[in-house]
């Protein structure tokens, strides 16, 4: 985006009381610009260690943006990149001026571990052959660009997330505010079940469950404006609750609709997962939900066949 058409942008929702959520994108503005104007949020990694370069990244001569094979190789090789002071500054210049961040790490985890991302287990039951076919490698499709995507690649890549992971936690540590998003729909990552590995990534990162919890939660809603209804469990408050089968403090991993292993009286069984959803006050059973989304991708899958 043009720094000016920027400025503008953010004054006239401000003057019409807005937020404004800014996808960075690499073009002319970065995280400065989002501190200088006043940006509500940033999403993903997008602009951060950009705006701490000793210069431009040291990309091949013959890179190409527009190829996201490209495009997502050499996001890789960023952050290693920066230069640690100006990162702080960029990252306190973020918190003094209030920019809330939610990296949404989960979306680029296929770039450290393309095997583990393409082989989830509740992909058979609950991935739509249509989003399936999506995820395949194909330039014509945003996201789906891991055509020879190779060790290296990834070996960069988890570096790339030892870094970011650092700066996000820096950022908290400061007093910035991180919530919690997943993108999904694309590079392997499911509604349903992405956003619980969002929140693992954060425990990876450095934070405490209450904390994650507490990203996903009070943090989001304070980020949307929303933190005197939502977020918190009060009276009067919008009744949007999960009610699980397991402690998530204990272990993420009872979030996920599929639940996890555990042994219980000697015997490995399937516990966790969401038992009832609560939205604005309606109850609603989730194993019943969860059944009706198997039922829907197993009549898509019949159906593709023929």
């Not at 040291?58 to 190829?67: E, H, V």
């Not at 891991?146 to 970011?164: A, G, K, L, M, P």
């Not at 450095?206 to 005197?228: K, Q, S, Y």
């Amino acid at each position: 985006m043009d720094q000016d058409i920027m400025e503008a942008v953010v004054q006239e929702a401000r003057d019409l009381g807005m937020r404004v959520a800014h996808h960075v994108g690499v073009e002319e503005t970065d995280a400065r610009h989002d501190a200088a104007y006043g940006v509500t949020s940033i999403e993903h990694w997008y602009g951060v260690p950009d705006a701490a370069l000793r210069g431009s990244q040291n990309f091949p001569y013959g890179y190409n943006y527009n190829d996201e094979s490209d495009r997502f190789r050499y996001a890789g090789r960023l952050w290693r990149e920066a230069d640690p002071k100006k990162l702080q500054k960029v990252l306190s210049d973020m918190v003094a001026n209030k920019v809330s961040w939610c990296p949404t790490f989960v979306i680029y985890e296929a770039n450290r571990d393309l095997q583990r991302a393409k082989n989830q287990p509740w992909f058979t039951d609950y991935l739509h052959p249509v989003l399936e076919e999506y995820f395949v490698p194909s330039p014509a499709n945003h996201g789906s660009y891991h055509w020879n995507w190779t060790t290296t690649d990834e070996v960069f890549w988890r570096e790339n997330y030892q870094i970011w992971m650092k700066a996000v936690r820096a950022f908290a540590d400061m007093g910035g505010v991180v919530g919690c998003g997943e993108d999904a729909g694309y590079i392997y990552m499911m509604y349903g079940f992405s956003l619980i590995r969002e929140l693992e990534l954060h425990h990876e990162a450095g934070f405490h469950p209450i904390d994650v919890i507490m990203h996903a939660t009070g943090n989001n809603a304070r980020i949307l404006g929303l933190e005197d209804r939502l977020g918190r469990i009060r009276r009067g408050w919008l009744a949007d609750v999960i009610l699980v089968e397991g402690n998530p403090l204990k272990n993420l991993k009872v979030l996920y609709p599929t639940g996890t292993l555990d042994l219980i009286d000697g015997e490995v069984v399937q516990t966790g997962g969401v038992r009832w959803t609560i939205k604005d006050g309606f109850v609603y059973d989730a194993k019943a939900l969860r059944q009706d989304v198997k039922d829907l991708v197993s009549a898509a899958r019949a159906a593709a066949k023929k």
